[in-house]
T-cell receptor
Framework: QQQVKQSPQSLIVQKGGISIINCAYE??????FPWYQQFPGKGPALLIA?????SEKKEGRFTISFNKSAKQFSLHIMDSQPGDSATYFC?????????FGPGTRLSVLP | KAGVTQTPRYLIKTRGQQVTLSCSPI?????VSWYQQTPGQGLQFLFE???????NKGNFPGRFSGRQFSNSRSEMNVSTLELGDSALYLC?????????FGPGTRLTVL
């Protein structure tokens, strides 16, 4: 019940394309769903987050879609750029109880 | 505000030794969480401290321990190091339902 599943494990997208990463959770106690971006040799950085009372949140080229009934959420990166190449982690938490997905390695080809 | 700082950034130890890692959270944050990150296992939760008390603990052996001081700075200790302890150790500073990661300490056990 504490697991967060994430797919795909890796993703290759052409510059300008849309990158989509999907996550699913089981524990309905989770009430905050952040996405983190991690570059090699760096710690994960908070990218965008959503609460279950909204179905979508957009910040620049990054959008989270949230489906509470299906217990799924996804990250969409519009107009993907080579600089977006990184590992992306979804997470789910309540308070400071965080559970992270296994990560998706995104490569954006120039 | 200054971000999360971790020291040292890199560490090389031999099997059987012990190691202490340090984390200074963002000013005003009272929660500090520790994670182990390896290529095969992703982000694994070690423990979380809040106001000098361990509030949550992951599934790691007793060789892994931590503590938090009154100024919220935290240390984690690994005793009797094993080759499998080689990893990036990440500290996350937390407030409410948000976590912000430091750059990590890269531990190599030879």
């Amino acid at each position: 019940q504490q697991q967060v599943k994430q797919s795909p494990q890796s993703l290759i997208v052409q510059k300008g394309g849309i990158s989509i990463i999907n996550c699913a959770y089981e524990n309905t106690a989770f009430d905050y769903f952040p996405w983190y971006q991690q570059f090699p040799g760096k710690g994960p950085a908070l990218l965008i987050a959503i609460r279950p009372d909204v179905s979508e949140k957009k910040e620049g080229r990054f959008t989270i879609s949230f489906n509470k009934s299906a217990k799924q959420f996804s990250l969409h990166i519009m107009d993907s750029q080579p600089g977006d190449s990184a590992t992306y982690f979804c997470a789910a938490n309540y308070g400071q109880n965080f559970v992270f997905g296994p990560g998706t390695r995104l490569s954006v080809l120039p | 505000k200054a971000g999360v700082t971790q020291t040292p950034r890199y560490l090389i130890k031999t099997r059987g030794q012990q190691v202490t890692l340090s984390c200074s959270p963002i000013s005003g944050h009272r929660s500090v969480s520790w994670y182990q990150q390896t290529p095969g296992q992703g982000l694994q939760f070690l423990f979380e401290y809040f106001s000098e008390t361990q509030r949550n603990k992951g599934n790691f052996p007793g060789r892994f321990s931590g503590r938090q001081f009154s100024n919220s700075r935290s240390e984690m200790n690994v005793s009797t190091l094993e080759l499998g302890d080689s990893a990036l150790y990440l500290c996350a500073s937390g407030i409410a339902d948000s976590q912000f990661f430091g750059p990590g300490t890269r531990l190599t056990v030879l």
